[in-house]
């Protein structure tokens, strides 16, 4: 099976733009998360989207949104961008088997630089 | 509030050492807990999963074990090898579904 992909790789934006960022998970994983990482603040939680409705929500603020389609591949969109934006976005797939397994799996991340 | 801590110095060891790497936390009651492995620019890679009634979980050279009531875990890498160096990332999962991760260990195996 092919891993979780994402799109684009590498990104440079302008304070005040916004971006999207696109993640098409493991073929038959409905669930979809997003995660933010950072030198300072490590591996942070975004949102978990699973079949195209928002489950969880992490503490960042309304400029950071995202969206699953009926496909299951997923977007996020951030707006107004800020310096501190500047950050490996990661997806993550999973699927929720019967027994309970959690794991995740992560795509490569998209380098996001806010200049 | 809520923890999760992880050394966050490196670790450094000899090839053919066991590294142990640990993840402690607070105000957590955690049904499942995970241990992924990141190298540099890459997202990360999970390993072992646990669940609150499992003590031990092995898998090849790794070793994971649990200890709810020292909120503890540890993660054993036997017989290291330079191509063990990474950084793990120790993962909680509670209500919700919602995981929530360590700042990582680096762990550097050295010939």
């Known amino acids: 099976k092919a891993g979780v992909t994402q799109t684009p790789r590498y990104l440079i934006k302008t304070r005040g733009q916004q971006v999207t960022l696109s993640c098409s998970p493991i073929?038959?994983?409905?669930?979809v998360s997003w995660y933010q990482q950072t030198p300072g603040q490590g591996l942070q939680f975004l949102f978990e989207?699973?079949?195209?409705?928002?489950?969880n929500k992490g503490n960042f603020p309304g400029r950071f949104s995202g969206r699953q389609f009926s496909n299951s591949r997923s977007e996020m969109n951030v707006s107004t961008l800020e310096l501190g934006d500047s950050a490996l976005y990661l997806c993550?797939?999973?699927?929720?088997?019967?027994?309970?397994?959690?794991?995740?799996?992560f795509g490569p991340g998209t380098r996001l630089t806010v200049t | 509030s809520q923890k999760i801590e992880q050394n966050s110095e490196a670790l450094n060891i000899q090839e053919g050492k066991t590294a142990t790497l640990t993840c402690n936390y607070t105000?957590?009651?955690?049904?499942?807990l995970q241990w992924y492995r990141q190298d540099p620019g890459r997202g990360p890679v999970f390993l072992l999963l646990?669940?609150?009634?499992?003590k031990e979980k092995r898998k090849e050279r790794l070793k994971v074990t649990f200890d709810t009531t020292l909120k503890q875990s540890l993660f054993h890498i036997t017989a290291s090898q330079p191509a063990d160096s990474a950084t793990y990332l120790c993962?909680?999962?509670?209500?919700?579904?919602?995981?929530?991760f360590g700042t990582g260990t680096q762990l550097k195996v050295e010939l």
């Open positions: 993550a797939s999973r699927h929720n088997s019967g027994q309970g397994s959690y794991e995740q799996y």
């Open positions: 073929s038959g994983h409905r669930s």
């Open positions: 989207y699973f079949s195209e409705t928002q489950r």
């Open positions: 105000n957590y009651s955690p049904a499942y």
């Open positions: 646990i669940r609150e009634n499992e």
């Open positions: 993962a909680l999962t509670g209500g919700g579904n919602k995981l929530t």
